[in-house]
């Protein structure tokens, strides 16, 4: 027997339905919370139908996968569309990144944020801004730790003149995301940072529950790959 084919649209209702449910627990609106569109590697035929439900905000891990998929759709939408890089950003792809992304939510090293600010003087014009932490200290992930946040964050705005509107974190795999969502939530408390970019498809309300102003939702909205 065939598997029924996976409704993205009906994917998209349900996850808005449980971050409204989350916000109310947690005594907040679920407008303060936007679903961001995981699209890395999906195909177009998965994408569509979620664009066509009223989605706009997509996340992308490659510039030039992103480049492929977005780059000649975005006149023919008719609602304007935001797109965010939430993979690492190599520098030499951050011409290419500052002309595509709205949304950068990756700035995690020092080299890194003097080659943005270089490009945004270039171009006249930046896209929002996120520091990523790496909350867990992976050797094997991105992110500025912990420990060096503060000096980063202020290192981006007072010597690179960065506006760092969020924080993001990712979670280590199999160990309780609360408490990573609580480190980031105050890190950004203490350095008036707005933004927080936490929450995937397994535990996004308890993102939610801590703070997050985004959620980046993948597979459960999509279907596994």
Not at 155 to 165: D, M
Not at 193 to 216: C, H, I, K, Q
Request: net charge neutral; proline share 6%; glycine share 8%.
């Amino acid at each position: 027997m065939t598997a029924p084919e996976f409704d993205s649209a009906a994917a998209r209702q349900a996850i808005l339905d449980r971050i409204a449910a989350a916000a109310k627990a947690a005594g907040r609106a679920a407008g303060d919370v936007t679903l961001v569109a995981v699209s890395k590697q999906q195909p177009w035929e998965r994408i569509a139908p979620v664009l066509a439900a009223g989605q706009t905000i997509f996340g992308e891990n490659r510039v030039q996968e992103a480049q492929t998929r977005w780059a000649g759709r975005r006149a023919e939408q008719a609602a304007p569309l935001e797109l965010r890089l939430i993979g690492p950003l190599q520098t030499n792809k951050a011409r290419e990144a500052l002309e595509l992304f709205d949304v950068i939510e990756t700035v995690d090293r020092p080299k890194l944020a003097r080659v943005l600010a270089e490009e945004i003087q270039r171009a006249g014009r930046a896209p929002r801004l996120y520091v990523q932490v790496n909350t867990g200290e992976e050797a094997q992930k991105a992110g500025v730790v912990p420990p060096d946040a503060d000096a980063f964050i202020a290192a981006c705005r007072g010597e690179h003149g960065l506006a760092v509107e969020g924080l993001m974190c990712i979670p280590p795999q199999g160990e309780p995301a609360g408490p990573h969502f609580a480190l980031l939530a105050r890190i950004a408390a203490r350095n008036g940072v707005p933004r927080l970019s936490m929450g995937m498809s397994a535990d996004f309300e308890t993102a939610v529950r801590f703070g997050a102003t985004s959620v980046r939702v993948g597979s459960a909205l999509f279907g596994s790959r």
